[in-house]
């Protein structure tokens, strides 16, 4: 591959059964099984993936871990695509990193275990060549409605992670940041979302959340601003705080409070940065 070469990205996602997953990385033999099943399929939407080399991380991860600024999980992935001997040959190649000869998950594959227990698992891959631009293209347009992975591709990735998957899927980066939006939406979290969505997409941007009774928030050069407001202040701003009861307000503050942890929690997860900013009456 020459160095003018561009990359696709994608991910497989895993929808478990019942959350639990036995095994975090795969060893060589079934790390490379699944990346040439995932190829298979790759080529049946795009055929000329099929020319690119595929880099698969055979470890899978929480989908916030995957939409975080800078795409590090993807990055990782072009890093060692990168270091890799370079081919005599024209031929298209596959890698796929999981666990070394001892069982154990290299650093870069390592998940966060805070993050664990969702249903939905994902595992980065990277289609890298002359033509990654023109496959792209062609995944950003295709898999949501031709993205289910194959039956052997699923039960491959069932057995070798001891899990029970209800459906394996292949996403672009972009298919999973519009199913994390709606997912948020249902959550009660929408507000959060243009926050998640400049940081990964215009970093270098700003954008303001103030849509009281939530918690104020302004993100901006990579930081987000978490304003928390004093007692007064936020019986002041609430809508109808002045009519509260001491014990309404009492109850009312600490719910605000936990909106604020739960704020941080969430952009954590995405990698983004959150500083708490005391405001006083």
């Given at each position: 591959?020459?160095?003018?070469?561009?990359?696709?990205t994608?991910?497989?996602?895993?929808?478990?059964?019942?959350?639990?997953?036995g095994?975090?990385a795969?060893?060589?033999?079934?790390?490379?099984?699944?990346?040439?099943?995932?190829?298979?399929?790759?080529?049946?939407?795009?055929p000329?993936?099929?020319?690119c080399?595929?880099?698969?991380?055979?470890?899978?991860?929480?989908?916030?871990?995957?939409?975080?600024?800078?795409?590090?999980?993807?990055?990782?992935?072009?890093?060692?695509?990168a270091?890799?001997?370079?081919?005599?040959?024209?031929?298209?190649?596959?890698?796929?990193?999981?666990?070394?000869?001892?069982?154990?998950?290299?650093?870069?594959?390592?998940?966060?275990?805070?993050?664990?227990?969702?249903?939905?698992?994902?595992?980065?891959?990277?289609?890298?060549?002359?033509?990654?631009a023109?496959?792209q293209?062609?995944?950003?347009?295709?898999?949501?409605?031709?993205?289910?992975?194959?039956?052997?591709?699923?039960l491959?990735?069932q057995e070798?992670?001891?899990?029970?998957?209800?459906?394996?899927r292949?996403?672009t980066l972009?298919?999973?940041a519009?199913?994390?939006?709606?997912?948020?939406?249902?959550?009660?979290?929408?507000?959060?979302?243009?926050?998640?969505e400049?940081?990964?997409?215009?970093?270098?941007?700003?954008?303001?959340?103030?849509?009281?009774?939530?918690?104020?928030?302004?993100?901006?050069?990579?930081?987000?601003?978490?304003?928390?407001?004093?007692?007064s202040?936020?019986?002041?701003?609430?809508?109808?705080?002045?009519?509260?009861?001491?014990?309404q307000?009492?109850?009312?503050?600490?719910?605000?409070?936990a909106?604020?942890?739960?704020f941080?929690?969430?952009?954590?997860?995405?990698?983004?940065?959150?500083?708490?900013?005391?405001?006083?009456a």
């Amino acid at each position: 591959m020459h160095d003018h070469d561009a990359n696709a990205t994608g991910l497989l996602a895993l929808e478990l059964a019942d959350g639990a997953i036995g095994v975090d990385a795969l060893a060589t033999d079934a790390a490379m099984a699944l990346a040439e099943c995932l190829a298979l399929d790759l080529a049946r939407i795009a055929p000329r993936a099929a020319d690119c080399d595929l880099v698969l991380a055979a470890a899978h991860f929480d989908p916030a871990e995957a939409l975080r600024p800078g795409w590090p999980l993807h990055q990782r992935l072009a890093e060692l695509h990168a270091r890799a001997p370079r081919a005599n040959t024209r031929a298209a190649r596959i890698f796929a990193f999981g666990a070394d000869a001892q069982g154990r998950v290299p650093l870069p594959f390592m998940a966060e275990p805070e993050l664990r227990g969702g249903a939905l698992r994902v595992l980065p891959f990277l289609l890298t060549g002359a033509d990654a631009a023109a496959v792209q293209e062609q995944l950003e347009a295709e898999l949501l409605d031709r993205g289910m992975a194959s039956a052997r591709t699923a039960l491959l990735a069932q057995e070798a992670f001891a899990a029970r998957i209800e459906h394996a899927r292949l996403f672009t980066l972009h298919d999973l940041a519009a199913m994390m939006a709606l997912q948020y939406e249902h959550a009660g979290l929408r507000v959060l979302w243009p926050v998640i969505e400049v940081a990964l997409l215009a970093p270098a941007g700003s954008v303001e959340v103030d849509a009281p009774p939530e918690p104020r928030l302004r993100y901006a050069e990579g930081v987000s601003h978490l304003e928390i407001a004093s007692p007064s202040r936020w019986q002041r701003e609430f809508p109808g705080g002045n009519e509260l009861t001491l014990e309404q307000t009492v109850r009312g503050y600490a719910a605000y409070e936990a909106r604020l942890r739960q704020f941080a929690a969430v952009l954590a997860a995405h990698g983004i940065d959150a500083v708490f900013d005391y405001v006083d009456a």
